[in-house]
């Protein structure tokens, strides 16, 4: 554990004296004083180069490619506005992505502020300059601040715009935010129109991070479902294409259904659906007179299988979700307990909106003009009156589609109370029995259970996100292997409060999950599986995950690790392939000593690196690190003799004091060889 931790730089703060100081002469190295000459004024576009963690989150691969993201953005800005039907997005070698669509193009006269300037150039060089503040141009649109285009050619180390307007092309070229030139007039266009952008990103912003062709297609293939009238026409070099990836070199990207056709995929044809997709699409409610937007959704009724929420606002990913989720909800809410009023069922009061959505796969798409955003990444919806609006949009045709389908809808209404009985009944007992063949277990969080009953003979994954999980769920023995993924790095409970750690979900989940309590609670003999695996990236990130989570269990169920429940899978980092052979590597010393013992020398070995759980094929993860028969797993022991050293370390490198984590690195400093990160 002692390799995975960092200082945060604190150090002991010294009293302050309270007699007056006399400024400090200039010293022999150099001029400290602290005047008016002190004070540095960033102008342009260099504040985005100096801090592009404010812009766009970071400068890890998910920052690189929000860059794609907000040029997409404005090219469906121009599609939803009526103005555009085709967008192309094509991924080059060496890292470089056009954009193209068929609007109306950039401006290129010159701008009435800065008439030495055309439009064109003052939305790439300049903070705060765009279209879409005064609601003219755009009803609705994913760009609200004006920076989103200028951040992109702030961070890009080549960056080329071409119009067409009027039958005539237009170009201009920057690097690193600075146009190399004015805008040219390159000649007649007479079949073409629209705005075109090809850009490289900045490796000294992103160093040797990538686009990912799977991680675009994704992005083209959710921005096509969200609107029905723009097609998406994406292609790549094929060798970018990583190996086992089925994301396609070619495709044209259209869905008249919209989030019905989105979800339908989703969920696939075998769906176990209580009722039918219910999927619509509606103008929100006027306000003064006047139209505020329009809402569509497609919700599916689950049986069984994973929850899933997602939802946009002008076509941006809302991750966080916001107050348009918070409408969704409470019509849902409203109409079942409604309907369980119409139909006599008493019980229907108890259901709270976690019960219905604890077992709905829904979308929910919003566009509003002037929404506002948590922050410059949008991730959350915070406009106040998106709330109310949806609700009243959605309520009434949900009462209507409940009516129209009543059996159905009885189903429904029986099923999620019935889930809120048992969230009822597991708050009284505190405690998770196994599910049994008459009745169907309610799980905690995201657990995927096992099937077999005895505890000696089954485990229980702990992985991080959905998306190893996902990996996870496929790769399992459904008789012996549960899945239960994470959000990712969860609570630190040796610097936490008390209270904190059990308002914390993720623990609680974990908890239920384990069915054996914890702290003072804790029960050995009502553990529900006889083995607990961390399973988590091989890699830093993965290791610190696993190291909050071994503090955790340390911290609040020891006992758990002193009877040898709790192990570490051990996922490979690379692939090694030559013809039909097949070999896996640990890490990077691994990789190199395999290439030389295993493989026939003079002949090419394909390396591939796994960049994490969710990335790895299933077939690959079963094979290496979930099989009993193949893989290999590392025991957390805890020994009587090193208990009090254990404490200590533990205390030194997890607790509040960030001093001690200091002294430690200082300690331990000379023995680092190698970081690799």
Request: charged share 25%; hydrophobic share 35%.
């Amino acid at each position: 554990m002692s390799d995975l931790f960092s200082t945060d730089g604190a150090s002991p703060k010294q009293p302050e004296s309270r007699e007056p100081r006399a400024a400090p002469a200039p010293s022999a190295a150099g001029d400290n004083r602290y005047d008016a000459s002190a004070i540095e004024v960033l102008e342009g576009l260099e504040p985005v180069r100096r801090r592009p963690g404010m812009y766009i989150g970071g400068t890890d691969e998910t920052a690189l490619h929000h860059l794609a993201a907000e040029i997409l953005d404005n090219s469906m800005d121009e599609a939803v506005a009526g103005h555009a039907s085709t967008i192309d997005v094509t991924l080059e070698r060496d890292n470089w992505l056009t954009i193209r669509d068929n609007g109306r193009g950039i401006p290129v006269d010159p701008h009435p502020r800065f008439p030495d300037r055309s439009a064109l150039e003052v939305i790439f060089t300049t903070l705060h300059a765009g279209g879409k503040f005064s609601g003219k141009s755009y009803e609705t649109s994913g760009g609200l601040h004006g920076v989103g285009s200028s951040v992109v050619n702030a961070l890009t180390s080549a960056f080329e715009v071409e119009v067409a307007r009027d039958r005539v092309l237009w170009r201009q070229l920057y690097a690193r935010g600075l146009p190399l030139g004015p805008v040219e007039k390159v000649g007649a266009a007479p079949n073409r129109r629209g705005t075109q952008i090809r850009f490289h990103p900045d490796p000294e912003i992103f160093g040797t991070h990538v686009f990912q062709a799977a991680r675009l297609y994704r992005l083209c293939r959710s921005k096509a479902f969200l609107f029905r009238g723009v097609t998406i026409r994406w292609s790549c070099d094929p060798s970018l294409i990583r190996s086992g990836d089925s994301t396609p070199s070619e495709a044209v990207l259209h869905f008249p259904g919209g989030l019905a056709d989105s979800l339908a995929d989703e969920l696939g044809p075998a769906a176990p659906l209580l009722a039918p997709l219910w999927a619509g699409s509606a103008d929100l409610p006027e306000i003064n007179g006047n139209a505020t937007g329009r809402v569509e959704w497609a919700i599916g009724f689950l049986e069984s299988g994973n929850a899933s929420f997602v939802s946009f606002c002008n076509t941006i990913p809302t991750p966080l979700g916001g107050t348009h989720e918070t409408g969704c909800r409470a019509a849902l809410l409203k109409g079942l307990r409604a309907w369980g009023e119409q139909r006599s069922n008493r019980r229907a009061t108890i259901i709270t909106a976690e019960d219905i959505l604890g077992a709905v796969a829904a979308q929910l798409s919003l566009f509003i003009r002037d929404p506002q955003f948590q922050g410059q990444t949008k991730e959350k919806l915070t406009s106040s009156e998106a709330s109310k609006l949806v609700e009243t949009a959605l309520r009434d045709r949900f009462d209507h589609w409940l009516s129209a389908n009543p059996t159905q809808a009885d189903a429904l209404l029986a099923f999620v109370v019935e889930r809120a009985e048992d969230r009822v009944r597991r708050r009284e007992q505190k405690d998770t029995p196994r599910k049994s063949a008459t009745r169907r277990l309610r799980l905690p969080g995201k657990l995927t259970d096992c099937t077999r009953e005895k505890a000696a003979e089954t485990e229980i994954f702990l992985v991080e996100g959905d998306s190893a999980g996902g990996s996870a769920k496929q790769a399992r023995n459904r008789e012996t292997q549960a899945v239960l993924p994470l959000r990712g790095k969860i609570l630190n409970v040796a610097s936490a409060t008390n209270e904190k750690m059990r308002a914390n979900q993720e623990l609680r989940d974990l908890v239920e999950a384990l069915g054996c309590g914890n702290g003072d609670h804790f029960d050995l003999t009502k553990l529900r599986y006889g083995r607990v695996i961390i399973m988590t990236d091989a890699d830093v990130d993965g290791a610190h995950i696993a190291s909050l989570l071994m503090t955790f269990f340390y911290r609040e169920l020891p006992e758990l690790i002193r009877a040898g429940h709790l192990y570490l899978a051990q996922p490979p980092l690379y692939r090694l392939t030559q013809g039909a052979k097949t070999v896996y590597a640990m890490d990077d010393a691994d990789r190199e000593r395999k290439v030389k013992t295993q493989f026939r020398v003079n002949t090419k070995v394909e390396v591939s690196r796994f960049k994490g759980l969710g990335e790895m094929p299933p077939k690959d993860l079963k094979d290496t690190t979930m099989d009993p028969t193949r893989r290999t797993l590392l025991r957390v022991i805890a020994r009587p003799e090193d208990r009090a050293e254990t404490r200590e370390r533990v205390e030194s490198l997890m607790g509040r004091k960030p001093e001690l984590r200091f002294a430690f690195i200082q300690e331990h400093a000379q023995s680092v060889e190698l970081l690799d990160i």
